[in-house]
């Protein structure tokens, strides 16, 4: 039964937000970024408040230029100079929080894969009075912190959606492939696969080294009797569809995550399906969180994260989603 009421409440809260978005105009749409810099511009009539986005994006991939799409747009509406860095290294990437509580922002936005070594710069912020809202990882961690809600998808319930989704094809033997290990977020994922699929098999790969990521792959296809292999994010799986169709394999291939390359190959029947945690909706709340806190004191989930996924992108709906990715905010 919990399982199913939090189901629920991730439906709610990703119905919710999509209803708050598309109540919001925007004056100018997406703006380009420049050194770094974003956002800006007439929109909410508002003061100008400066907000500093602050990711664990490794170079290359392309879900993080969704998640900046969706900041971008909300800070030309909402009159926010927005401040994009980002790090995969934690101690990195925390060290970019603490270059922002410096320079004394109105408001960080923050994502943590790598909680514990995130957790100083982090407490550090919210105890210099600076609202500090967590995205896409991090949501059994945030409120620990102070962060005042965590916009993003519970990636178990995403691994067992699509482990789910594989059962009804008559899969039963996937390989879930990992691109970053340590990660709290991936590995959720493919243990949600596992409690619905047990003999999933794990493969750890190194996503900053896409050539070595081919040929794990590769060298995984030609040993494993696997009817399944799960990328973990758009440009893995892209990388995964090389492996397979280079070594004749007729393996499926499905996915977690979206970008336009990945939706046409969709489209192509190439990938059965992905799991999409919307993340254009992560970016885009994230920073209208930041500024209706300023607005007016207020806190938006009651304590308790907001859910942006999963929503299962298939070849029954892809003709609705391409458009979006071809324009970057799917």
């Known amino acids: 039964m919990a399982k199913k009421s939090t189901m629920m409440m991730a439906v709610a809260a990703t119905a919710a937000a999509a209803l708050t978005l598309s109540a919001c105009s925007s004056e100018g749409g997406r703006q380009e970024a420049a050194g770094g810099e974003g956002g800006g511009g007439e929109g909410a009539g508002t003061p100008e408040i400066n907000v500093s986005l602050i990711t664990h994006a490794a170079p290359g991939d392309t879900f993080w230029d969704i998640v900046r799409a969706g900041a971008e747009e909300n800070a030309t509406k909402n009159n926010v100079n927005l401040q994009y860095t980002s790090d995969p290294d934690g101690a990195r990437q925390a060290q970019l929080v603490n270059q922002a509580v410096d320079q004394g922002v109105d408001g960080i936005v923050v994502t943590l894969a790598k909680a514990d070594a995130m957790s100083g710069a982090v407490e550090r912020a919210v105890d210099a009075g600076i609202p500090v809202i967590s995205i896409n990882a991090g949501e059994e961690e945030f409120a620990d912190m102070g962060v005042i809600t965590h916009f993003g998808q519970n990636e178990s319930i995403a691994g067992e959606a699509l482990g789910e989704r594989l059962q009804e094809e008559g899969l039963e033997k996937p390989i879930c492939v990992i691109q970053e290990q340590g990660h709290v977020g991936l590995e959720n994922r493919c243990a949600g696969v596992t409690e619905v699929l047990p003999e999933t098999e794990i493969l750890y790969v190194q996503g900053t080294d896409m050539p070595s990521v081919k040929s794990t792959v590769t060298s995984s296809l030609q040993t494993s009797d696997a009817d399944a292999i799960v990328g973990l994010g758009a440009p893995f799986t892209m990388t995964i569809i090389e492996a397979v169709e280079e070594t004749g394999s007729d393996i499926t291939v499905a996915s977690f995550d979206l970008n336009a390359e990945l939706a ?37 989930g009651g304590g308790q994260p907001v859910l942006t996924g999963p929503a299962i992108v298939d070849g029954e709906n892809i003709e609705n989603v391409l458009a979006y990715a071809e324009e970057g905010i799917r």
């Open 264 to 300: 046409q190959a969709i489209a192509d029947e190439r990938v059965l399906f992905t799991v999409d945690q919307q993340p254009y909706l992560q970016g885009y709340s994230a920073v209208d969180a930041i500024w209706a806190y300023h607005r007016g004191g207020f806190t938006p």
